[in-house]
């Protein structure tokens, strides 16, 4: 496969985990047992592939510790937007919590010094805009029960996504990429799993539900990632990543398309600005 191949063949599975975790939410899944095993398949199959191609590590030390401390802002990261989506439409969701770009592009300039360029202010307006757009979404045109909720969930899955991010690029220059992988999600599984203790102890859960979409989505993200690997070996990132990037519309359509989600001129904006807003920041 060619590397645009690879690049769409990525995009277009990210996109379908996506909407794996739209479909969670409308089933009423349990957020951290469906995790617990999409950390658990995903890991496996990382650990795997690090088995049959391994590496030499630079610093096992620094390894461990940004593998530990990205998975836990990752692990609260992926509860919250899929709890998001129990509130609020997924193509509400979805554009807030692309917009965790902003979150790096801050925390790079507060605490790396670096400098920000035209294209990444453009890019740090338009992802204000784009949250101010869909957190006015119109509780009477839901029947929702809580879209102040939502929305901060949204908000706050964003900033989580973006505190990721900006560990990943701190741990870059020292990770191999599946073994960091398999380090992160098999450290998750403990508090995943107690939190879904928890979570029994006060509503009954969708057992099987949440095992296969987490199961679904786990393998779905390995091969999403894996064929980006690919796709990065082959050819420029200055067009795989924004191609990448727009498995954000695939998940939409789907929504649309199956939920019946209304695509307003609000939401609309709001899934295109965050689309644009996200290649911006990337400088």
């Known amino acids: 496969m060619s590397w645009f191949e690879l690049s769409l063949a990525s995009m277009t599975l990210y996109g379908i985990q996506a909407?794996?975790?739209?479909?969670?939410?409308?089933?009423?899944?349990?957020?951290?047992?469906?995790?617990?095993?999409?950390?658990l398949s995903a890991g496996s199959l990382a650990l795997l592939m690090y088995l049959l191609n391994p590496s030499r590590i630079l610093n096992f030390r620094y390894l461990f510790f940004y593998a530990i401390l990205q998975v836990i802002f990752y692990l609260f990261r992926q509860i919250a937007k899929i709890e998001a989506m129990k509130y609020i439409p997924g193509i509400v969701a979805l554009p807030i919590t692309a917009t965790q770009g902003l979150i790096t592009v801050i925390l790079g300039i507060c605490l790396l010094q670096e400098k920000i360029t035209v294209v990444q202010s453009l890019g740090i307006?338009?992802?204000?805009?784009?949250?101010?757009?869909?957190?006015?979404?119109?509780?009477?045109?839901?029947?929702?029960?809580?879209?102040?909720?939502?929305?901060?969930?949204a908000i706050s899955a964003a900033i989580l996504g973006g505190i990721v991010n900006f560990i990943i690029k701190l741990a870059a220059p020292i990770i191999n990429p599946f073994l960091f992988i398999s380090i992160s999600y098999y450290f998750a599984l403990l508090p995943s799993y107690l939190f879904y203790r928890l979570e029994m102890l006060s509503?009954?859960?969708?057992?099987?539900?949440?095992?296969?979409?987490?199961?679904?989505?786990?393998v779905v993200n390995f091969l999403a990632f894996s064929l980006f690997l690919l796709a990065l070996a082959q050819g420029p990132v200055s067009i795989i990543v924004p191609?990448?990037?727009?498995?954000?519309?695939?998940?939409?359509?789907?929504?649309?398309?199956?939920?019946?989600?209304?695509?307003?001129l609000p939401r609309i904006l709001g899934v295109f600005g965050a689309i644009i807003a996200t290649i911006l920041l990337r400088g």
Do not use: H, W
């Not at 909407?19 to 950390?39: G, H, N, P, T, Y």
């Not at 805009?129 to 029947?143: A, G």
């Not at 969708?206 to 989505?217: D, T, V, W």
């Not at 191609?243 to 307003?264: F, G, H, Q, R, S």
């Open 125 to 153: 307006i338009l992802a204000f805009i784009v949250i101010l757009i869909l957190s006015r979404e119109k509780e009477k045109e839901r029947k929702l029960r809580n879209i102040k909720l939502g929305v901060m969930l």
């Open 243 to 264: 191609l990448v990037d727009l498995n954000l519309l695939l998940a939409v359509i789907l929504i649309v398309v199956i939920y019946k989600e209304k695509p307003t």
């Open 203 to 218: 509503t009954k859960t969708k057992r099987i539900e949440s095992i296969k979409l987490g199961i679904y989505s786990g």
């Open 19 to 39: 909407f794996l975790f739209r479909v969670a939410a409308q089933k009423k899944c349990d957020s951290s047992l469906l995790l617990f095993f999409f950390m």
